[in-house]
């Protein structure tokens, strides 16, 4: 089975609003949908309903960096082997069954080579010393992103990657990389990697907006079509 992981906070929520509308009529096979939220917030009926649980967050990073470690920690609130990341600003305009995502019980997961991906190319030194392995590829390809807990726990027990979200500044840490690269070196045998410099059978299941750039009139004409 699988579980829906996504963490935000108050000023996303109107995002998550439009968010859990697309869910809620494109979403499908979704065994538990667990939200993750800063402590003391107050999140609105509208939203909480659409939730089978709720974790409230007590922060010991700077935001940015602490909802990327609240992901990597979201085996400790899930209950499947299979969890799926979204996020507040993701919306589903068509149906998408993340089943889909899996091939005989293995994840498949894009990557493409850092010497093809233009800006994403300031994650390959991050990720490298977030983890001490040096990455080929990055991993942060298309969302939603599924994962196994395995690789989550490894990651978040990993002494070289404590050690580093101990001194992190400025922002440095790419979570979905940092997954990426444990789950390549480590849990091969739960994956299957797709190089799209190779492979055609990548599908966008969702469309990603900024959610920091607000919502401009012609995106709200498109969210208006849920």
């Not at 894009?110 to 800006?119: A, D």
């Not at 027990?157 to 790419?174: I, K």
Request: hydrophobic share 35%; proline share 3%.
């Amino acid at each position: 089975m699988i579980s829906l992981f996504l963490r935000s906070y108050e000023p996303d929520f109107v995002w998550l609003e439009y968010s859990i509308k697309s869910m809620r009529k494109n979403l499908l096979n979704i065994s538990e949908r667990v939200l993750a939220v800063p402590q003391h917030t107050t999140v609105p009926t509208s939203i909480s309903n659409f939730f089978d649980h709720i974790v409230y967050i007590q922060e010991t990073h700077e935001g940015y960096v602490q909802q990327q470690i609240d992901k990597i920690r979201a085996y400790k609130y899930c209950s499947n082997d299979y969890i799926l990341f979204s996020d507040s600003d993701c919306i589903y305009y068509d149906k998408f069954d993340p089943y889909n995502k899996i091939e005989h019980g293995k994840i498949i997961l894009p990557k493409t080579k850092y010497e093809l991906v233009e800006s994403a190319i300031i994650w390959e030194d991050i990720t490298y010393t977030a983890t001490g392995i040096e990455p080929e590829y990055e991993y942060m390809r298309c969302f939603p992103i599924l994962h196994h807990r395995e690789v989550l726990q490894y990651l978040d027990s990993d002494e070289h990657f404590n050690a580093y979200l101990s001194v992190v500044t400025n922002r440095e840490l790419s979570e979905f990389n940092a997954i990426g690269i444990i789950a390549e070196t480590y849990f091969k045998h739960r994956y299957i990697f797709l190089d799209t410099e190779t492979s055609n059978t990548i599908v966008q299941s969702a469309k990603q907006y900024w959610s920091w750039g607000g919502i401009s009139e012609d995106i709200q004409k498109e969210l208006d079509t849920l």
